[in-house]
């Protein structure tokens, strides 16, 4: 019968211990916040909403999480796409406006 190992992890301790994994969602809230930044800035909220989701879960689990800087980047990618965009979408209601009246 092969031994059970807990649920986060298949592979048996290294000669270490358990080798923490990177969290499932953080390269996808890395490429979200870059691609928030660089393509199209309306992805700048789901990598904020996503990252932070990411960080809770790494934050209760430190032990089982290694990329907490890669989610951190995406996350801060985000803020700063959704804080972009928020200015951008501002300035051209005042560009609508002013050449209305």
Not at 6 to 30: E, I
Not at 40 to 66: E, H, K, R, T
Request: glycine share 8%; proline share 11%.
């Amino acid at each position: 019968m092969p031994p059970s190992y807990p649920p986060y992890q298949s592979q048996p301790p290294g000669p270490y211990g358990w080798m923490p994994q990177d969290h499932p969602q953080g390269t996808t809230v890395l490429v979200l916040g870059i691609l928030s930044l660089v393509v199209c800035s309306i992805l700048g909220p789901f990598a904020w909403v996503m990252g932070n989701n990411a960080i809770a879960d790494i934050d209760q689990n430190p032990q089982a999480y290694s990329n907490r800087g890669a989610v951190q980047a995406g996350r801060i990618c985000g803020i700063v796409a959704t804080c972009l965009l928020v200015v951008s979408a501002l300035f051209f209601f005042a560009v609508v406006v002013a050449a209305t009246s």
